[in-house]
T-cell receptor, first 114, second 115 residues
Framework: AQSVTQPDIHITVSEGASLELRCNYS??????LFWYVQSPGQGLQLLLK??????LVQGIKGFEAEFKRSQSSFNLRKPSVHWSDAAEYFC????????????FGQGTTLQVKP | DVKVTQSSRYLVKRTGEKVFLECVQD?????MFWYRQDPGLGLRLIYF???????EKGDIPEGYSVSREKKERFSLILESASTNQTSMYLC??????????????FGPGTRLTVL
């Protein structure tokens, strides 16, 4: 069955430190992979997506993610975290045929210490 | 910019009431989705629609129905609200074109409390 796992429910990092949020997926075919961010009180915003080509994907707000087929992973990274990055982050995999349907992970809440 | 709006940010209803959550998108998207978001469970798909009057069940359709009479509007209906339907409800839309790579655009959410 298709699934997405985000092993870390909460992560706390200091401002200026590097960040890596983990995402593992289970999907039989070539996956389409997404990272979304949800700031407090707001809807989800797309950070980046992978569907083919270069396995290192650049997104908005200085984020990047690397698709590793051998590890079934799509981890999100940022070299230097800002206080405004505090939010909930969701990894998702596209499933089905041409419906745009996504399966989401459980989410990781990021806290940023001053 | 794509805009997805939801009729209410906060809603309080009583057990047994019929509840309507409305979602409107302004970018002529074919696909529309309703999710519920609960802590520790992420987003779970309730229903989706890929065309007017077309709908498909998602992962947790029990206790819900939907209506899509116009392309821009997708309604979620709780026929008889129960306390276990207290949750955040998110609507999203996407354009068909890259199959599963379509980006979903989300509304701000409706926090529903059923007493």
């Amino acid at each position: 069955a298709q699934s997405v796992t985000q092993p870390d429910i909460h992560i706390t990092v200091s401002e200026g430190a590097s960040l890596e949020l983990r995402c593992n997926y289970s999907y039989g075919a070539t996956p389409y992979l997404f990272w979304y961010v949800q700031s407090p009180g707001q809807g989800l915003q797309l950070l980046l997506k992978y569907f083919s080509g270069d396995t290192l994907v650049q997104g908005i707000k200085g984020f990047e993610a690397e698709f590793k087929r051998s590890q079934s992973s799509f981890n999100l990274r940022k070299p230097s975290v800002h206080w405004s990055d505090a939010a909930e982050y969701f990894c998702a995999v596209g499933v089905g045929s041409n419906t745009g349907k996504l399966i989401f992970g459980q989410g990781t809440t990021l806290q940023v210490k001053p | 910019d794509v805009k997805v709006t939801q009729s209410s940010r906060y809603l309080v209803k009583r057990t047994g009431e019929k509840v309507f959550l409305e979602c409107v998108q302004d970018m002529d998207h074919e696909n529309m989705f309703w999710y519920r978001q609960d802590p520790g469970l992420g987003l779970r798909l309730i229903y989706f629609s890929y065309d007017v009057k077309m709908k498909e069940k998602g992962d947790i359709p029990e206790g819900y129905s939907v209506s899509r009479e116009k392309k821009e509007r997708f309604s979620l209906i709780l026929e008889s609200a129960s306390t276990n339907q207290t949750s955040m409800y998110l609507c999203a839309s996407s354009l068909t074109g890259q199959g599963n790579a379509d980006t979903q655009y989300f509304g701000p959410g409706t926090r529903l409390t059923v007493l």
